[in-house]
Nanobody
């Protein structure tokens, strides 16, 4: 099974940029469709942010982040990325990467493996 570790979170100003990374180990990364989800205090639901197919050819985004965030992956380096451009205070959350050994899905219940999360705070 794959192990996932997120990094890159922190404090960012509205309109700035931040790149999250998710390092994978323990299995063949390219066998996994990957996604980013986020969770805010007081809401136990995992909100879908973005997903990418195993070879990176297909990407999917939630409406709130479409046009601002970009998901990508480097299968040679076993790493998933989320480039966050023009973040807004509403994007503040704990961001998780998740993996599923199959075709890409956009619902959290479709993912089997999760990282521990990285906190993103958007504030001036």
């Amino acid at each position: 099974q794959v192990q996932l570790v997120e990094s890159g979170g922190g404090l960012v100003q509205p309109g700035g940029s931040l790149r999250l990374s998710c390092a994978a180990s323990g299995d063949t990364f390219s066998d996994y469709a990957m996604g980013w989800f986020r969770q805010t205090p007081g809401d136990p639901r995992d909100e879908f942010v973005a997903a990418i197919s195993r070879n990176g050819d297909n990407t999917y985004y939630s409406e709130p982040v479409k046009g601002r965030f970009t998901i990508s992956r480097d299968n040679a380096k076993n790493t998933l990325f989320l480039q966050m451009n023009s973040p807004e205070p509403e994007d503040s959350a704990n961001y998780y990467c998740a993996g599923y050994r199959g075709v890409v899905v956009t619902t959290p219940t479709g993912y089997d493996y999760w990282g521990q999360g990285t906190q993103v705070t958007v504030s001036s």
